[in-house]
């Protein structure tokens, strides 16, 4: 009888519960945004130029990474390395800050309507 494999410990969860979501790539790099599927595999999505935001509809309990494009040095979301859109209030968008490790954005970056307003 062969062994199961173990499921990965990182993974999207499928809650089929949408989230209005904003990446917002506040790094002077060009961002990959990776979206960790239900098995775990890493998935790419369009890259995100410097100063650049980009609408998406995800759902509650997805799982994203993001990296250099070039490097694929990790960067970070709302100073985590990992993103799980929440449900949004009130229709707004949940907004993810993307930085390089060691810099901040100012919070009210996060709540100002568009993306990537300097």
């Known amino acids: 009888m062969e062994a199961e494999k173990p499921q990965p410990v990182l993974r999207s969860v499928n809650s089929c519960e949408p989230s209005q979501v904003i990446f917002c790539n506040r790094s ?6 990776v979206w960790l599927s239900f098995d775990g595999q890493p998935l790419p999505y ?5 100063g650049t935001g980009r609408h998406i509809q995800s759902y509650r309990g ?3 990474l993001f990296r250099d494009a ?7 979301v ?3 390395e990992l993103f799980v859109p929440s449900l949004n209030v009130d229709g707004q968008p949940i907004f993810a800050n993307i ?7 100012p919070s009210y970056f996060s709540k100002r309507p568009g993306c990537c307003n300097k």
């Open 78 to 80: 709302n100073q985590t």
């Open 28 to 33: 002077p790099r060009v961002v990959l945004p």
């Open 62 to 64: 997805h799982l994203w």
């Open 70 to 76: 070039g490097t694929y040095d990790g960067l970070l």
């Open 99 to 105: 930085t390089l490790p060691g810099t901040e954005v």
């Open 46 to 50: 369009p890259t995100l130029p410097p």
